[in-house]
């Protein structure tokens, strides 16, 4: 594009908003970073694909990963002059948010502001009545509904977008992710900074995030991934995505599906196009432990996957039936044994404090996770998140706030409404019982040696020294 062109152009601002703390807000499934790790917000990373496609000029600015202050971040908007701003807003960082973006529409009046996000998910219309800044809500970043409504041309409902009409009626479309495959043109991933995102499982400074689908197909309660559908990414833009990203340079993906590999037929041909056409790629991704095989195992490795990311949750099998998890410690303890024939590296996530949880089931939860051949695991608080159906059934029951908007897996703020915790434990008792599990987990002498001994780059070495050092401390 030349200049000229370039100013004709309509221009938008993808922006991930500043915090004092290092907010993941996208894809529905929001967190605060416990130690220096930062990933890309996915749902801007595919968002400028779709609207540079759709012949929009693109800016990126991502506040968090860049150090921005609030200030600089609007001077930085302002500059840009867009005639639309698509930002995240998320439970964690809600209280800093909106009055962020609140300042930001008063710097850019010019411009449409769309908003997407957990908490935005939820409230559906209620976020234009609660917030004057914001012109739509998007429920779904991964399709052109966000381009067919801005390029509409008369007020009508169009899906997945919730917005204000020009008579100043709220109309909103149906939240439908569709089935099968979908289509997704490549991002721009030469606008964002790449440098500044971290991930502590990669073996390489560089890296970025790649989907191969949206959602997923497990119904977990606890998740809110669980009711945004599910479906299927064509195989050739997953391609086309990493070679891009191969000619930027970057040798390490994270493959951050929900669960990877559901199709196996489909996973199988990915993972020959992976060994054929990007010999070296490096590579982490999320499964389940029920659904991982011998053979699927080894074909992952031989293509270059050196990660896996196993949702183990609860050591307490009553309390994974409960929460429709469905699985058992026996098909734990299996894939934990597969993985480490072939080779893999083994993270696994737990949730502390869910309801009908008793301290002693914690107790024992923690005590599993250090007597399985896991080499990582992420200890987080039981959460009520927008969107799953944890939280409507907590609602339901009268055990949250519903005028509260702030929540935090990760640690920083009570859970439930007062201090009554869950029926059996108090909020205190649950974060104590999460820091233990972090202590008992790492602070053993024979896990640090088994570390050292599985560590493949000096980059590695420094990504694992660093991260676990700011778990320990915070």
Not at 18 to 24: L, Q, T, V, W
Not at 35 to 52: E, F, M, Q, T, W
Not at 357 to 365: D, G, N
Not at 416 to 427: F, I, K, Q, V
């Amino acid at each position: 594009m030349t200049e000229t062109t370039n100013l004709a152009r309509k221009r938008v601002v993808l922006l991930n908003p500043p915090g004092s703390r290092k907010y993941f807000r996208d894809y529905f499934c929001t967190l605060v970073s416990k130690a220096r790790y930062y990933y890309h917000p996915v749902d801007l990373i595919y968002l400028s694909g779709i609207l540079d496609r759709a012949g929009w000029y693109v800016e990126c600015v991502d506040a968090i990963a860049e150090g921005l202050t609030p200030e600089q971040t609007a001077a930085r908007v302002e500059r840009c002059a867009p005639d639309l701003v698509v930002y995240l807003i998320a439970s964690p960082s809600y209280d800093e948010d909106v009055p962020f973006l609140t300042m930001l529409k008063g710097r850019v009046p010019q411009a449409t502001f769309v908003g997407s996000g957990d908490i935005y998910r939820e409230l559906r219309e209620r976020a234009l009545e609660l917030h004057s800044f914001c012109d739509a809500v998007l429920t779904d970043f991964s399709t052109s509904d966000l381009t067919d409504w801005l390029s509409r041309t008369e007020d009508t409902l169009v899906r997945n977008v919730i917005y204000r009409a020009a008579d100043g009626r709220i109309l909103a479309g149906e939240e439908t992710h569709g089935r099968g495959a979908y289509h997704l043109p490549v991002p721009r991933w030469d606008l964002w900074p790449l440098d500044r995102y971290i991930f502590a499982f990669a073996r390489h400074r560089r890296w970025a995030t790649v989907l191969t689908d949206f959602g997923c197909p497990f119904s977990c309660l606890f998740c809110p991934m669980s009711t945004t559908g599910y479906k299927l990414r064509d195989i050739d833009t997953v391609i086309d995505e990493i070679r891009l990203l191969r000619s930027l340079g970057i040798r390490e993906i994270f493959f951050r599906d929900q669960t990877f590999g559901v199709d196996r037929v489909r996973t199988q041909e990915l993972l020959r196009r992976i060994r054929e056409e990007f010999p070296g790629l490096s590579w982490t991704c999320w499964s389940r432990v029920d659904l991982v095989t011998a053979d699927f195992l080894k074909s992952i490795v031989e293509a270059g996957c050196h990660t896996i990311m196993f949702g183990i949750e609860s050591s307490n099998e009553d309390v994974l039936k409960q929460y429709k998890k469905n699985t058992r410690r026996q098909q734990m303890e299996q894939a934990l044994r597969m993985c480490e024939d072939v080779g893999l590296r083994t993270v696994g996530t737990f949730v502390i404090g869910l309801p009908g949880e008793s301290k002693k089931s914690i107790l024992r939860t923690i005590e599993y996770a250090r007597d399985i051949p896991l080499d990582f695991a992420s200890f987080n608080i039981a959460t009520p998140r927008f969107g799953s159906t944890f939280r409507r059934l907590m609602k339901e029951q009268g055990a949250v706030d519903l005028d509260r908007m702030t929540y935090d897996s990760s640690k920083s703020s009570p859970t439930w409404t007062g201090d009554a915790g869950t029926d059996t434990l108090s909020n205190k008792e649950i974060f104590r019982l999460q820091q233990r599990a972090i202590r008992r987990f790492y602070l053993r002498p024979s896990y640090l040696l088994r570390r050292l001994r599985r560590i493949r780059s000096a980059y590695e070495l420094y990504a694992q020294v660093r991260e676990g050092w700011d778990l320990l401390i915070s």
